[in-house]
């Protein structure tokens, strides 16, 4: 059996699900404009009211997502503004981010699975990880928190999306 790379294991497996996200804002705008309803609605959503709005959901998935793939490829993380107000915003976004994770090559990921990689921290003491256990148990389920909490959103506001939107073609 051929070990999958630290590359196919992260950069085309955050591709495919923010190209999926993509599509559920696509539906969501198909559903604002069947239900006569501004798509601004869904920049409130929340699912308790101590959680962060969607917005935030997206932000924090596409952060996930280029992080990883910059901190494995031993490259600088790309900064984006968090100013997205509105969908076309956050698919802008999206696609940034999409684009991003396919631009860097898989050359750049060798070595990236013994490769320390250290998270700052607002609370104190950095996250420390080899990349392996980064992207295993940290930046996969992170990415894969906020993404899911994003489908969860809009399904909770009537979209009609179903199991095959969130897994992808």
């Known amino acids: 059996m051929t070990p999958i790379s630290m590359h196919a294991a992260s950069a085309p497996v955050f591709a495919r699900m923010l190209d999926n996200m993509l ?31 969607f917005p935030k959901q997206i932000q924090i998935a596409s952060d996930a997502a280029k992080g990883c793939v910059a901190r494995l490829a031993g490259q600088e993380v790309p900064k984006y503004e968090d100013n997205e107000a509105s969908l076309d915003e956050l698919a802008e976004r999206i696609r940034k981010t999409r684009d991003y994770v396919l631009s860097v090559p898989a050359a ?10 250290t998270i700052p921290r607002r609370s104190g003491d950095p996250l420390k990880f080899s990349g392996i256990d980064y992207l295993r148990h940290f930046a ?9 909490t994003t489908y969860a959103l809009l399904r909770h506001a009537g979209v009609p999306l179903g199991k095959t ?3 992808g073609g």
């Open 23 to 53: 599509r559920w804002l696509e539906a969501a705008k198909a559903h604002a404009e069947a239900k006569k309803f501004s798509t601004d609605v869904y920049l409130t959503l929340r699912l308790a009211p101590d959680m962060l709005p």
């Open 108 to 117: 750049a990921f060798e070595g990236a699975e013994s490769r320390e990689i």
């Open 140 to 148: 996969l389920p992170n990415f894969y928190f906020h993404a899911t």
């Open 165 to 167: 939107d969130y897994l």
